[in-house]
């Protein structure tokens, strides 16, 4: 079952510009886990945030969550061209394994 | 470094063949996930398990059978290949609030 689910498929932007990847889910959870995976690598997990957390910043990336509307964001600002990739939410309730959604493709341009 | 090393990281295979896929991890972590990656639906979790001798189904596990050996070491196994099972293939470790993902595995069925 696909618990969790980016809103878009895909976004553009153009360097130095700031962005925002949103999320919905479905199911009570724990944490909620946000990745990114460049062409032909593994996803990389960016940041985690707790149920009980609001907000986690790691960097140029801020991630907030709203358990009330079952909903998270990852922003990133200043982007750059090596931002380009498709980020992912994911939801991980106790310690079960992460569900994923379909992902959005961001590109970065020059 | 973190590190979750899969192999092959390509395999054609033959319709009703046997095929394993492995996994290894050097970070310690108990639990250990098999994921599928095709375009439009994310990663889809097949198995996933909790520690050495323990094996649990994930989302869609009819046609793949897991293996956990060691703490270190989780296969997956497909014991008739057919051509939907074509894919990427994603190993991939976690604990405490961390995972780490292989580079993948592209399995062709012909």
């Known amino acids: 079952s696909q618990l969790a689910e980016e809103n878009l498929w895909a976004l553009s932007v153009h360097e130095g510009e700031s962005v925002t990847v949103n999320c919905s889910y479905k199911?009570?959870?724990?944490?909620l886990q946000w990745y990114r995976q460049k062409s032909g690598e593994g996803p990389a997990q960016l940041i985690l945030?707790?149920?009980?957390?609001r907000e986690k910043r790691n960097g140029r990336l801020r991630a907030t969550l709203d358990t009330s509307s079952q909903s998270s964001s990852l922003s990133i600002t200043a982007t750059r061209c090596e931002d380009t990739a498709v980020y992912f939410c994911?939801?991980?309730?106790?310690?079960?394994?992460?569900?994923f959604g379909a992902g959005t493709k961001l590109s970065v341009k020059p | 470094e973190a590190a979750v090393t899969q192999s092959p990281r390509n395999k054609v295979a033959v319709t009703g063949g046997k095929v394993t896929l492995s996994c290894n991890q050097t970070?310690?972590?108990?639990?250990m996930y098999w994921y599928r990656q095709d375009t439009g639906h994310g990663l889809r979790l097949i198995h996933y398990?909790?520690?050495?001798?323990?094996?649990e189904k994930g989302d869609i596990p009819d046609g793949y059978k897991a293996s956990r050996p060691s703490q270190e070491n989780f296969s997956l196994i497909l014991e008739l290949a057919t051509p939907s099972q074509t894919s990427v293939y994603f190993c991939?470790?976690?604990?405490?609030?961390?995972?780490?993902f292989g580079k993948g595995t592209r399995l062709t069925v012909v």
């Open positions: 994911a939801t991980k309730r106790n310690n079960n394994a992460p569900r």
């Open positions: 945030i707790r149920s009980n957390e």
């Open positions: 199911t009570s959870i724990t944490a």
């Open positions: 970070n310690n972590h108990n639990n």
């Open positions: 398990s909790y520690g050495a001798g323990s094996t």
């Open positions: 991939a470790s976690g604990g405490q609030g961390e995972v780490f």
